[in-house]
């Protein structure tokens, strides 16, 4: 299920100095004047990441669909615009576009490898496929000194990801080349700048002072967001919203919907009910854990003990998508019947986070075939039980939730654990999910976590764990030979999952998760490490 939500709408205002925290643009935005750089989002992987750097440095920045209006945009609040890359050719019939009137509006604009050539496919220029291509790691040297490049070094390593380059673009003056982009960075009239390479990318050297360039010295921006503050205007709004309203939250012990319940405690106390499904699919120990740090948090949970339920409904079914949907809908049933339970029921407290609500977006308008976290299954029962939404950290990203979960002293396990799918370990059986293969995928999961904390990787991956499925293979027991499961680890390393590769784990490490799992998880001959790279996999294989 997804839910709709609609952009920021409201009057332009001029800049202000003082610094607000997220809870003060809470109020802001009531009022109808968030500033912010909009991101125009062309398709590129690192379009979240621009909004990111935005915010690391202090302004305000949401992420919206290329082609949105200029009106919107500065009724919004926009004060500078940022085009993201994407993987389209500016010449081709259905490359993405933006408002041509976006160029009217006097905002400063930063365009970012396809945005750049946009820029300059509309502005008079020519584009065309490059003979040499840049990928990765490049040598950039700037020409002139400008503002976006002011006291940075001449000669910079950047990242870069293109086909086509700039060839020629009138009225513009070269800021930067590479050896194969003469035209890699300009400036055009009007502050309208664009850059060939990535200063959103890590690997970009003072990529993030380019950016911040932009920001403060083209654009003139003040600094305008800042966690410190977030929680008591965050509660103080939560107070507001609801009153003496009842609320429920569908708490899973993610780091999203926990900090969610505890801000919301914080607001309204006992008003608040959590509801804590097991649907018998989480890890081992993990549900004993997680109700005994509820506990020590004081939320009220009530936990649904829906094991069974869910291993009914899953029987016999093995294709992937049937099982995420009926344990997307048997978690809605089971919830819905908890929730009537608990009488007259106001509020659903939700923690969507800032990602979640542009995948919905995403998938809402069509752009792209999207998969929506499993929390937004409950994203019904608004509508089916006339609740009104709460959602006190949807603006912010999961970096910024985890300061905020400190914040709140949530414990380093919940804050620091790998990410875990909706639909728990079926995501991480291939076929049938059986007794048997969820007791493999548990016990040699929790090998898998438990040797990388031994040897120093938990907390260097983005996730680890262990894969089952039907395929059987040969062992020796003793002086018998004896067939059994193969079980197939997977370690990667990622940021923010869109894109992923494997961890080069030393062979010690490697063999020592074998070793154990072939010894301590019954019925396992085989262990296998998972070297494909997303894409063309995905994390989890199912
Ligand atoms: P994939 O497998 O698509 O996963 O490469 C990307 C990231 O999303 C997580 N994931 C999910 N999270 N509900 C969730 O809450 C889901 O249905 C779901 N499917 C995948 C996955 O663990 C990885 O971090």
Same mark, same amino acid.
């Given at each position: 299920?997804?839910?709709i939500f609609?952009l920021?709408?409201?009057k332009?205002?001029p800049?202000s100095?003082t610094i607000l925290t997220?809870g003060? @643009?809470f109020?802001?935005m009531?009022?109808?004047m968030?500033?912010k750089?909009?991101?125009l989002d062309f ?7 621009i909004?990111?750097r935005c915010?690391?440095?202090g302004?305000?920045s949401e992420?919206?669909?290329h082609?949105?209006s ?15 890359g994407g993987?389209k050719s500016?010449?081709?019939?259905d490359?993405?576009?933006?408002d041509l ?6 905002v400063p604009i930063l365009?970012?490898c396809y ?5 300059? %496919? *509309?502005?008079?220029g020519?584009?065309r496929r490059a003979?040499?291509r840049e990928?990765?790691r490049?040598e950039?040297?700037?020409?002139r000194?400008?503002? !976006?490049?002011?006291?940075i070094?001449?000669?910079l390593t ?10 020629? *673009?009138?009225?513009s003056?070269?800021l930067g080349h590479?050896e194969?982009?003469? +035209? ?5 009239a009007?502050r309208?700048?664009g850059?060939?390479f ?5 690997h970009?050297?003072?990529g993030?002072?380019?950016i911040?360039?932009? !920001?403060f ?6 600094r305008?967001?800042? +966690?410190?503050?977030f ?6 709004e939560?107070k507001?919203? /609801?009153?003496d309203?009842k609320?429920?939250c569908?708490?899973?012990?993610g780091?999203d919907?926990?900090t969610t319940?505890?801000?919301v405690?914080k607001a309204?106390?006992e008003?608040l009910t959590c509801?804590?499904v097991? %649907?018998g ?6 549900? @004993?854990?997680?109700l005994?740090?509820f506990k020590? +948090? ?6 649904v003990?829906?094991? @069974?339920?869910?291993?009914?409904r899953? #029987?016999?079914v093995?294709d992937?998508e049937?099982?995420r949907?009926?344990?997307g809908e048997e ?6 019947e908890?929730?009537r339970k608990?009488g007259?029921v106001d509020?659903l407290?939700q923690g969507?986070?800032?990602?979640d609500?542009?995948e ?5 308008s069509g752009?792209?075939?999207?998969r929506?976290k499993?929390?937004h299954n /409950?994203a019904? *029962?608004?509508?089916?039980m006339n609740?009104?939404?709460v959602e ?6 999961k970096d910024?939730?985890k300061?905020?979960a400190k ?8 804050i620091? #654990?790998?990410p875990f799918?909706g639909?728990? !370990? ?8 059986t007794e048997?293969?969820?007791r493999?995928? #548990?016990?040699?999961s929790f090998?898998?976590?438990e040797e990388l904390?031994?040897s ?9 764990f262990a894969i089952v499925g039907?395929?059987?293979?040969t ?7 004896? +067939? ?11 940021v923010?999952?869109m894109?992923?590769?494997f961890?080069r784990?030393?062979y010690g490490v490697l063999?020592?998760i074998s070793r154990r799992?072939?010894?301590e998880?019954?019925? /396992?001959?085989w262990?296998a490490y ?10 989890e294989?199912?």
């Amino acid at each position: 299920m997804i839910y709709i939500f609609s952009l920021g709408a409201g009057k332009a205002c001029p800049m202000s100095s003082t610094i607000l925290t997220p809870g003060d @643009e809470f109020d802001r935005m009531e009022q109808g004047m968030r500033q912010k750089v909009a991101v125009l989002d062309f398709g590129g992987q690192y379009a979240h990441l621009i909004v990111r750097r935005c915010r690391e440095l202090g302004v305000y920045s949401e992420l919206f669909p290329h082609d949105v209006s200029a009106e919107s945009l500065v009724e919004g609040g926009t004060q500078a615009i940022i085009f993201s890359g994407g993987p389209k050719s500016v010449y081709e019939r259905d490359a993405p576009m933006c408002d041509l009137e976006v160029f009217k509006l006097g905002v400063p604009i930063l365009g970012i490898c396809y945005g750049a050539q946009l820029i300059a %496919h *509309l502005k008079g220029g020519v584009v065309r496929r490059a003979e040499q291509r840049e990928f990765g790691r490049t040598e950039f040297f700037v020409d002139r000194e400008d503002e !976006l490049f002011h006291g940075i070094r001449k000669k910079l390593t950047v990242w870069m990801s293109h086909s086509d380059r700039i060839e020629s *673009l009138p009225n513009s003056e070269v800021l930067g080349h590479t050896e194969h982009s003469p +035209l890699a960075a300009f400036r055009l009239a009007d502050r309208i700048y664009g850059v060939q390479f990535h200063p959103e990318v890590h690997h970009t050297e003072s990529g993030k002072e380019i950016i911040g360039n932009f !920001l403060f010295r083209v654009c003139g921006l003040q600094r305008n967001w800042e +966690l410190k503050g977030f929680v008591r205007r965050a509660i103080e709004e939560v107070k507001r919203e /609801v009153g003496d309203g009842k609320v429920i939250c569908a708490l899973s012990g993610g780091i999203d919907s926990t900090t969610t319940a505890l801000l919301v405690h914080k607001a309204v106390g006992e008003n608040l009910t959590c509801i804590y499904v097991d %649907h018998g699919l989480m890890r081992k120990n993990e549900t @004993e854990e997680l109700l005994e740090t509820f506990k020590k +948090l004081k939320l009220r949970v009530v936990h649904v003990d829906a094991r @069974e339920r869910f291993m009914r409904r899953l #029987r016999g079914v093995s294709d992937p998508e049937e099982k995420r949907w009926i344990i997307g809908e048997e978690f809605i049933r089971v919830f819905e019947e908890e929730a009537r339970k608990l009488g007259k029921v106001d509020f659903l407290a939700q923690g969507t986070i800032y990602p979640d609500r542009i995948e919905s977006a995403r998938a809402q308008s069509g752009r792209r075939a999207s998969r929506i976290k499993s929390h937004h299954n /409950v994203a019904a *029962l608004p509508k089916k039980m006339n609740l009104k939404l709460v959602e006190p950290i949807k603006d912010l990203y999961k970096d910024e939730v985890k300061e905020i979960a400190k914040e709140l002293g949530l414990p380093e396990e919940i804050i620091k #654990r790998h990410p875990f799918p909706g639909p728990g !370990l079926a995501a991480r059986i291939i076929g049938e999910v059986t007794e048997e293969k969820l007791r493999i995928c #548990r016990e040699a999961s929790f090998i898998v976590e438990e040797e990388l904390r031994r040897s120093g990787w938990y907390d260097k991956v983005w996730q680890a764990f262990a894969i089952v499925g039907d395929d059987l293979a040969t062992g020796v027991l003793g002086d018998e030979r004896v +067939l059994g499961h193969v079980v197939i680890v997977r370690v990667v390393e990622s940021v923010e999952a869109m894109t992923a590769d494997f961890a080069r784990l030393p062979y010690g490490v490697l063999e020592n998760i074998s070793r154990r799992i072939t010894n301590e998880v019954k019925g /396992v001959t085989w262990v296998a490490y998972a070297i494909s790279s997303k894409p063309p996999s995905t994390i989890e294989p199912c």
